[in-house]
């Protein structure tokens, strides 16, 4: 794998913010840099006011981590820092540890393309605490886009079912890096493709495309053009008919098309990027019909996401094949996740595990206390409801309590299937987890995505899935609350 260095060539040391910096200095300063600590990384609520999130990103942190390190060049950079008073921010000595440290952390995760819901863990840290929160600025920065781009490519699919959708957002996407995270991340979602060249060759996922208009303009008529391309391209002939009219471009395609039946080949299909979609595909498919080519399909492109393809099905257009591009690409109505990183748990100088709790005067923001994990219970093969417990605790019950709210609870019974979320990624600093194939991350969350009762799948309103403490860890977080507000 490896994709971050052979893009970037450079350390990633630096990919952080400066305060992380100057508290891992203060750590290093009051001897606490190596106590053990846990931060969970979560997030509030799901995006697009939807109903679910998918895990992406997993990969390339885990890249980003077997190449964890602080080198050389920066740390001469960081010795040139200087404080208001002209002082260098940071000593020799603590340098000299950077410049030395290896990671050593153990990480938990939620694979990519799993159907995470808010409050659970996500990513769990656990080592140094200076190691621990460095790690925070490019954990979150990873995970962050490629969940919400990977969400919205699951609606996007979810709409279209088994018609391929091509990601092509490439030039609207927010830089280099956002059009390879956006790309790979599409096609964990459940994307067929993606126009992005240097993420089929880095990523091994498909590629597709066929011509923009300017390859019509580059002819003196549009049938020379579609003739010129078919001869070019006869085993993947897509040909965009509404550079000038339509409905006319359509009968010129058929002309094509028939000539490329003579041949043994085909039109593979036609493309519409502007007008009324649903009238033109239905006008387009008469006359496709008519002529004989009932097996050239219909692109639609345009601006989609996952409300129009559904109102363009509603109306009856017979598009088969989907083309997205800004709306996804972009994350277009939702530009990020709300994401946080916290610690939940500290050794004493004794040794012994201090759960921490960081308040708030909204309870969304009071995350949960102790070395978490997430169980998720199935009811005939559904999902049923999630669990979030401290692995330290001895279950004897499977009631989940909502973090928010007290009165809203659910039993399960001691009997119910169920599988404990987090996998073990990293132990103290050496990788353990297989990496799948992202064909293999895209087929789990389709899986997984069909395990979601579809009143939870749906675009507007979606039922809330039920994900709550286990009752321990709700006692406990309760009494911190009180105790830390009575203080």
Not at 157 to 184: C, H, K, N, W, Y
Not at 254 to 271: F, N
Not at 279 to 291: G, N, V
Not at 401 to 424: E, S, V
Request: some cysteine.
């Amino acid at each position: 794998m490896n994709n971050l260095k052979r893009i970037y060539k450079e350390s990633l040391g630096l990919l952080t913010d400066f305060y992380q910096l100057t508290m891992s200095y203060g750590y290093f300063k009051k001897g606490m840099a190596e106590r053990e600590a846990v931060f969970n990384l979560f997030f509030r609520s799901n995006p697009f006011s939807g109903g679910y999130t998918v895990m992406a990103g997993l990969s390339r942190v885990i890249d980003y981590l077997n190449n964890f390190k602080f080198s050389a060049s920066d740390i001469d950079y960081l010795a040139t820092l200087k404080d208001g008073d002209g002082n260098a921010y940071f000593d020799e000595a603590f340098l000299e540890y950077l410049g030395d440290m290896k990671f050593e952390c153990t990480i938990d995760a939620q694979p990519d393309g799993s159907i995470i819901f808010p409050h659970e863990p996500v990513i769990r840290v656990k080592g140094p605490l200076m190691q621990c929160q460095i790690l925070e600025t490019p954990l979150l920065t990873i995970v962050g886009q490629a969940a919400l781009i990977a969400t919205k490519a699951s609606r996007i699919t979810s709409v279209t079912g088994d018609e391929p959708v091509m990601e092509f957002g490439l030039r609207r996407a927010q830089g280099i890096d956002g059009a390879l995270t956006g790309s790979l991340s599409s096609y964990i979602g459940g994307c067929h493709s993606t126009s992005n060249v240097l993420a089929g060759k880095l990523f091994g996922i498909p590629v597709s495309g066929t011509h923009s208009h300017s390859w019509v303009m580059a002819f003196q008529s549009e049938l020379e053009a579609f003739e010129a391309y078919a001869d070019v391209m006869p085993g993947n002939c897509v040909l965009l008919v509404d550079t000038y009219n339509t409905l006319e471009g359509v009968k010129k395609a058929v002309k094509i098309g028939l000539d490329l039946k003579e041949k043994g080949k085909k039109l593979k299909a036609i493309r519409v990027d502007s007008g009324d979609l649903a009238y033109l595909s239905i006008e387009a498919r008469k006359i496709l019909d008519a002529a004989g080519l009932k097996d050239t399909r219909i692109v639609g492109s345009n601006d989609l996401d996952e409300y129009l393809i559904a109102s363009l099905k509603d109306q009856g257009a017979t598009i088969t094949m989907w083309g997205v591009g800004t709306k996804l690409i972009t994350s277009f109505d939702q530009p990020a996740l709300g994401q946080v990183y916290k610690m939940t748990a500290i050794k004493n100088k004794d040794g012994e595990w201090k759960n921490r709790i960081k308040l708030s005067e909204q309870n969304i923001k009071i995350n949960m206390p102790g070395i978490l994990n997430v169980r998720r219970f199935f009811v005939n093969g559904k999902m049923a409801g999630d669990m979030i417990f401290d692995e330290r605790d001895k279950m004897d019950d499977y009631r989940i309590i909502a973090p928010d709210d007290f009165t809203k609870r659910k039993k399960f019974g001691m009997d119910t299937q169920y599988k404990d979320l987090l996998k073990p990624i990293f132990e103290q600093g050496n990788q353990t987890y297989q990496v799948p194939s992202f064909e293999e991350s895209r087929q789990y969350h389709l899986a997984q995505r069909n395990m979601l009762d579809a009143s939870s799948r749906r675009l507007v309103n979606p039922h809330l899935y039920p994900v709550g403490l286990e009752p321990k860890l709700f006692e406990r977080r309760s009494e911190l609350i009180i105790k830390l507000r009575n203080r």
